[in-house]
């Protein structure tokens, strides 16, 4: 079982995040890119939801059931994970709407 922290502030056109995963045989940092517009909204499950911490980390659990963290890009923005895992938009907006 991993540990997820996830700390995000704004950068220009979206917001820059911080994600540590940790388990029982370390840990692993990650910066990840959300851009604002229309490739955000299509996530989400409803125009008001603003909660950029629960996106990533959603995106993060869904990584880590698909690959280890050793996997993981170290540095990526978010649209990224789509070209890798083509369901991911529509995993997403169902996690979130829960």
């Known amino acids: ?8 502030e704004d950068a220009g056109d979206g917001r820059q995040c911080r994600v540590v995963v940790s388990d ?7 910066d ?5 517009g229309p490739f955000l909204a ?3 499950p409803d125009p008001g939801f603003d909660d950029t911490e629960r996106l990533v980390h959603e995106t ?13 890009l170290a ?5 990224v994970v789509e070209r890798y ?6 995993e997403m907006r ?3 709407s829960r």
């Open 24 to 30: 029982e045989r370390g840990a692993s940092e990650y």
């Open 94 to 96: 169902r996690r979130l």
């Open 60 to 72: 993060f659990t869904f990584l880590l059931e698909r690959e280890p963290r050793e996997s993981i």
């Open 42 to 44: 299509s996530l989400l």
């Open 75 to 79: 540095r990526f923005d978010l649209p």
């Open 85 to 90: 895992f083509p369901e991911d938009p529509t």
């Open 1 to 8: 079982m991993s540990d997820i922290d996830v700390r995000c």
């Open 32 to 36: 990840v890119g959300v851009p604002a």
